[in-house]
Nanobody, 124 residues
Framework: VQLQASGGGSVQPGGSLRLSCAAS????????ITWFRQAPGKEREGVSC????????TYVDSVKGRFTISRDVAKTTVYLQMNSLKPEDTAVYYC??????????????????WGRGTQVTVSS
């Protein structure tokens, strides 16, 4: 599976961005896809996850109510709609999955397919 993340950019606090994670090489029908982010000097953290088969979603507490993860009908692209962005959302965002990532909550070491990161900068 090849993943391609896009949609990052620079916005002011309170602004919005939509990230896309496009998959190729294999069907995503049985995977869960997670968006991670990594800010300078901080560990990578899982932000949101969606199970492709049943659409179940999870969010880290800091983005609940502001971010929405979704998948397209063809199940080849996962989106992360980010609203009410804050400076602390500034990070490089990555989408990822793995052969054994069939539901949200998978262990970090199971994520073996990573998209190239996309930078999100929130600043006034």
């Amino acid at each position: 599976v090849q993943l391609q993340a896009s949609g990052g950019g620079s916005v002011q606090p309170g602004g919005s961005l939509r990230l896309s994670c496009a998959a190729s090489g294999d069907s995503l029908d049985y995977y869960a896809i997670t968006w991670f982010r990594q800010a300078p000097g901080k560990e990578r953290e899982g932000v949101s996850c969606i199970s492709i088969p049943d659409g179940r979603t999870t969010y880290v507490d800091s983005v609940k109510g502001r971010f929405t993860i979704s998948r397209d009908v063809a199940k080849t692209t996962v989106y992360l709609q980010m609203n009410s962005l804050k400076p602390e959302d500034t990070a490089v965002y990555y989408c990822a999955t793995g052969t054994w990532v069939v539901e949200c909550g998978a262990k970090m070491q199971d994520y073996i397919y990573w998209g190239r990161g996309t930078q999100v900068t929130v600043s006034s």
